[in-house]
């Protein structure tokens, strides 16, 4: 399946802003699966510096410089990227019991090492009681660790209600799942925290997913936003499996990755330091386009 993307993320600043410097996670990489045909990151005004990079888990990082006071800035993402069908495939991982043995083994410290994603992270602690008991309970009759992986990510889907500006970006997953509500993030890293605390590795993705407008209604251009999802590493035979918990489906042909890291700290879209006076404003806006 071919589709065209367009990210767009603009700020507007009230009063002129100086020393700004940004890092940008918007460009898609090659992955198996995903083949990036295409992709062109605009920057509005031009900065005086910029470079790329790749960072610590691999993903395409944009460094941006701009000496001069500016009014706003917009980046905007153009890509045409190829997504595979992922094979059916048996369950190749082991009884959960068996995981910590499997996890043992694993003696390199890679980019790709699950002993990145046992541990908390920045954004997301230790699941307290109430979690830890969630998730043992769902994940309890699961014969393997990928079934436990899919059972709690529908467990936590008919727990939770899909609720925009029912939380913000610093949320803990804590107050999120006592709340019952909130988005993507939100759901992604209350799996996270559960799954960690049943001894899987588990990580955050960004990226795109396509969605389809209601029966009979034209799709409404921008509509769409960034989306997260959770990537968990199920053993040696397995390795790494990605759910979708906010929709309760494995992430599939829909489903394009930006960034991994180990919560939205690692993969955030973008993040700068400015010197600012006075208030400021942002839109974003996606566009998923399947190619005929």
């Not at 369950?91 to 043995?101: F, G, Q, V």
Request: with cysteine; charged share 20%; glycine share 8%.
């Amino acid at each position: 399946m071919l589709y065209d993307v367009t990210l767009r993320i603009s700020y507007e600043y009230e009063t002129p802003a100086t020393g700004a410097r940004y890092l940008l996670r918007m460009l898609p990489p090659d992955l198996p699966g995903q083949r990036l045909i295409a992709a062109v990151l605009d920057v509005s005004p031009k900065p005086e510096e910029r470079q790329e990079r790749p960072d610590y888990f691999g993903n395409r990082v944009t460094e941006l410089a701009f000496d001069e006071a500016i009014a706003g800035v917009a980046f905007t993402l153009r890509a045409r990227i190829e997504r595979l069908a992922a094979g059916g495939g048996l369950d190749a991982s082991p009884p959960l019991p068996r995981l910590t043995a499997e996890l043992a083994a694993q003696t390199r410290l890679s980019p790709a090492s699950p002993h990145h994603a046992v541990v908390p992270s920045p954004r997301i602690p230790a699941a307290g009681a109430e979690m830890s008991a969630f998730a043992s309970e769902a994940a309890a009759d699961a014969a393997s660790t990928a079934e436990a992986v899919e059972r709690l990510g529908r467990a936590l889907h008919r727990h939770m209600t899909f609720e925009t500006g029912a939380t913000h970006v610093d949320t803990t997953p804590e107050e999120a799942f006592a709340g019952g509500r909130g988005v993507c993030q939100d759901y992604s890293q209350i799996m996270i925290a559960m799954l960690r605390s049943l001894g899987i590795p588990a990580g955050y993705v960004s990226g795109f997913l396509r969605t389809e407008p209601p029966e009979g209604q034209p799709r409404l251009e921008g509509a769409d936003a960034m989306h997260a999802w959770v990537r968990a590493w199920c053993g040696a035979g397995a390795g790494w499996i990605e759910f979708d918990p906010t929709n309760a489906v494995p992430a599939g042909i829909d489903h394009l990755t930006v960034a991994v890291g180990r919560d939205y700290s690692d993969v955030a879209p973008v993040r700068g330091s400015i010197r600012l006076a006075g208030a400021h404003g942002s839109v974003q806006a996606v566009d998923v386009v399947p190619v005929d």
